[in-house]
């Protein structure tokens, strides 16, 4: 990777909030490209994260500025935590969208995990469920939503669902989602993507008919070049 496929990577992200200081000594493009890095290789928790990128950080500056070196697992807890999750969602999902680019063909897994440990004390707060739209080809997570605290996942699979370009694909989800709401949005994605084919459809069969009467026509001027007059016709049958 060097800074020109980095950039390709932080477009995505230009939009988002840096909702730190003006003088924080840490750029923000520097932290996300260390933490999706870092993710992507495996590295699970913010102290890895800041070991994976000790580690890489001969690499990692050949592209990225790092004013003050890697950040420490400290500064990304808190600055991740500040950011908008809505916002980092948004653009995450315009990333691995442009990824796929074209979801015809693939197969959309949607299911729901519940995240180990990801509550302090089991009486005091439920554990974090995420529902994902993974595709199994390009292993990648293409959105993830997390169900609310006292719901569960029938009412976060249709808000997932609106946020992906379906388009072509084959959506595959387990019993719980198999609901006729579910169902009947999945056919209208395929419905209102399928609309701006259908004048080029049309097109093409008015072109096929038409190439079938010429085709008609010609084979009808060889068969009347062939044929004997109908008065001889007559002559030899007498």
Do not use: Y
């Amino acid at each position: 990777m060097d800074a020109q496929a980095t950039d390709g990577l932080l477009r995505f992200f230009r939009t988002l909030h840096d909702p730190r200081s003006a003088n924080a000594r840490h750029r923000l493009c520097d932290l996300l490209t260390v933490a999706i890095l870092a993710v992507l290789c495996g590295c699970e928790g913010w102290a890895a994260v800041e070991t994976w990128g000790l580690g890489n950080l001969e690499w990692l500056a050949t592209f990225l500025e790092l004013p003050h070196g890697i950040p420490s697992h400290d500064t990304f807890d808190r600055v991740f935590g500040m950011i908008n999750p809505s916002g980092f969602e948004r653009c995450f999902m315009d990333w691995t969208a442009a990824l796929v680019k074209n979801a015809s063909g693939l197969f959309v897994a949607v299911d729901g995990k519940t995240l180990r440990r990801s509550w302090k004390r089991a009486w005091s707060k439920t554990p974090v469920h995420l529902v994902s739209a993974f595709v199994s080809k390009n292993q990648l997570v293409l959105g993830q939503l997390a169900t609310d605290c006292k719901s569960n996942e029938i009412t976060a699979i249709p808000k997932l669902l609106a946020m992906l370009e379906l388009a072509g694909a084959t959506v595959t989800i387990d019993a719980m989602g198999c609901q006729r709401e579910i169902a009947a949005q999945i056919i209208q994605h395929c419905r209102l993507a399928c609309q701006h084919h259908r004048v080029t459809e049309r097109e093409w069969g008015n072109q096929r008919r038409e190439q079938g009467k010429q085709h008609d026509q010609s084979q009808q001027h060889c068969r009347s070049e062939h044929d004997p007059p109908p008065e001889q016709t007559r002559t030899k049958q007498t």
